[in-house]
């Protein structure tokens, strides 16, 4: 699992190499899709770390038996 620092780094880093990185010559690699590629990486574990977060928050704010919360 990716952390939300990590995933929004992850997010900063391709938004440089994706827009701001000009590119004049470089061999065997894109540095735009790079930077897409780690723009979409960022997302996805931002997405989940988000969505685990949420639903370990529901499960521990659930009341037991006798009404009080855990």
């Known amino acids: 699992m990716v952390s939300i620092g990590a995933a929004v780094t992850l997010i900063a880093a391709g938004g440089i190499l994706r827009f701001i990185v000009a590119t004049t010559a470089t ?3 894109n540095v735009h899709v790079v ?7 960022g997302l996805l574990g ?12 529901h499960r521990r704010n659930r ?5 009080a919360f855990r």
């Open 27 to 29: 061999h065997g690699m």
């Open 63 to 67: 009341p037991n038996a006798f009404g």
């Open 35 to 41: 930077g897409l590629i780690l723009i979409l990486a």
């Open 46 to 57: 931002l997405v989940l770390s988000l969505l685990i977060w949420v639903l370990l928050n």
